[in-house]
């Protein structure tokens, strides 16, 4: 009679093993996998084996790691002969921001008020609520808060509508080009801006009277090192007090934004400012913003805005905030989505007004630094008040200017994908002696030992059918002679 030995699974296992250990050329392992070797000499070298392998595995684990969080460098530069510098941004916002003669055509054509009617007050106060709005006088609407007849008003459109008409002179280093101011609309409401990267994003335009849209120009100013009289200047409307933010050339004020200078009828003012710049080479691009610790500009960290600065985060994040506790975003919100908020939403805003007005990191705001980040330190501003004379107390003067840096920050990587690779290979060579030939031929050895195995299992399986079925027609014959 055939009979089949049953192997056990063990068994099984460790034969594989063995002839895994035999074919292998990673170094030790064929002596583990020798036969007829005396235990305590397979042991030993089953420790050297374990000891290396623990080895590599924990260089390899810490080389990620590092892969993973901290990857980069910053270095120092000093070749600024050779800079183009960026001329500061500035945004500019009147401190009241309604004018009084687009005020009445706007309260005429709406209400058909005149300025002899009694309700006409009532009315400009509401105009004049809704074009100075922010987060600290959203309680100016309480008055306001059961009149129907205001409840659907297009607040953006209305403050556009009665925005005083910005007039001024640009004056700029650059002579062959002419820039122009760019109108926006922010945390602080309708403001300008000059030089600023994202004023076509962050632009209002005035549905019924497109001009607006005419003087955007947001190209870039620029001054080489070589050039020792790197500045701007502009002269605005001299009865329009100016509330004048710079920034970096990615940014826009918003409402946590602190140092500013306001300047009077009449006012001269110059100041110039020095210049802390990291910048990042174009390798880092390829790492993650988690390892590299920043966000290029065209990396948005939102879905409906599609490019990145840190005071556009801060705004989204007050957005996200309002959207929470009053199912609503104020009107300057409009490149974010939601349902602009009404009165009541405003009025539900205002109880809030004190924690959204906190820095970013008060209120939970998780926003990155970008690669490329500048931040202008002021120097001690030189003020002229023009109280007389024919000229001077005609125009307010804003000038601003560069103080060319010599040194710059510089991210670069220092330990890329390449090196992580590299690491890997020197780890693994060092403990085990493996090299990638080698990773391939232990995957190969080991995905056959499994298929033998169930090779194995199903051969065994088949012939002990085969045999069964043997048996049962040897007995079928017997039993009809029986009957």
């Not at 042991?43 to 290396?52: K, N, R």
């Not at 055509?105 to 609520?129: G, N, Q, R």
């Not at 849209?213 to 090192?225: A, G, K, N, R, V």
């Not at 000038?399 to 390449?418: C, M, N, S």
Request: with cysteine.
């Amino acid at each position: 009679m055939i009979r089949f030995k049953k192997e056990g699974c063990s068994s099984k296992v460790w034969r594989q093993i063995q002839n895994f250990c035999r074919e292998t050329t990673i170094h030790g392992l064929n002596i583990v996998g020798m036969p007829n070797l005396h235990p305590i000499e397979r042991l030993f070298w089953l420790l050297i084996v374990g000891t290396s392998a623990a080895g590599a595995i924990a260089l390899t684990i810490s080389n990620w790691n590092r892969f993973v969080a901290n990857p980069t460098v910053i270095s120092i530069e000093k070749d600024y002969r050779n800079w183009q510098n960026h001329i500061p941004a500035v945004t500019g916002c009147f401190n009241n921001k309604v004018d009084l003669q687009k005020a009445e055509k706007y309260i005429y054509k709406k209400w058909k008020i005149k300025p002899s009617d009694p309700k006409f007050e009532y009315y400009l106060e509401f105009v004049t609520a809704v074009t100075n709005a922010t987060y600290i006088n959203f309680h100016n609407f309480e008055k306001f808060g059961n009149d129907a007849t205001l409840m659907d008003i297009d607040m953006a459109q209305l403050a556009l509508n009665v925005h005083p008409t910005i007039t001024g002179l640009l004056l700029t280093v650059d002579k062959s080009r002419e820039f122009k101011w760019n109108l926006i609309l922010s945390e602080l409401g309708i403001c300008f801006t000059f030089f600023a990267k994202f004023a076509r994003l962050l632009s209002i335009k005035n549905k019924e009277n497109s001009t607006e849209s005419e003087q955007i120009d947001d190209t870039l100013l620029f001054c080489h090192y070589l050039n020792g009289l790197c500045y701007a200047r502009f002269d605005s409307d001299p009865t329009l007090p100016i509330k004048y933010y710079v920034h970096s050339y990615i940014e826009v004020p918003e409402i946590s934004s602190k140092q500013h200078h306001e300047l009077g009828k009449g006012s001269d003012m110059e100041i110039d400012y020095r210049v802390i710049e990291t910048q990042s080479s174009p390798e880092i691009k390829y790492l993650a913003p988690s390892q590299r610790k920043c966000r290029f500009d065209d990396e948005p960290i939102r879905k409906d805005v599609p490019v990145y600065s840190i005071s556009i985060c801060q705004m989204g994040c007050r957005n996200n905030l309002a959207m929470k506790f009053c199912g609503c975003k104020p009107y300057f919100y409009h490149i974010f989505g939601g349902i602009p908020c009404n009165i009541s939403g405003l009025l539900c805003l205002s109880q809030y007004s004190a924690f959204l007005t906190m820095t970013p990191s008060k209120m939970g705001c998780k926003c990155p630094q970008t690669c490329h980040f500048i931040n202008y330190l002021p120097e001690t501003p030189k003020v002229v008040l023009w109280d007389s004379g024919a000229y001077f107390d005609q125009r307010t003067t804003f000038r601003w200017g560069l103080l060319h840096p010599t040194t710059k920050y510089r991210r670069d990587i220092l330990f890329g994908f390449g090196d992580l690779i590299v690491s890997f290979g020197g780890t693994l060579n060092l403990f085990v002696g493996v090299s990638f030939i080698s990773i391939t031929e232990a995957v190969y050895l080991i995905i056959e030992g499994v298929f033998n195995m169930f090779k194995d299992e199903f051969i065994q399986t088949r012939n002990r059918r085969i045999i069964n079925k043997m048996k049962k027609r040897r007995i079928h014959p017997f039993m009809n002679t029986m009957y």
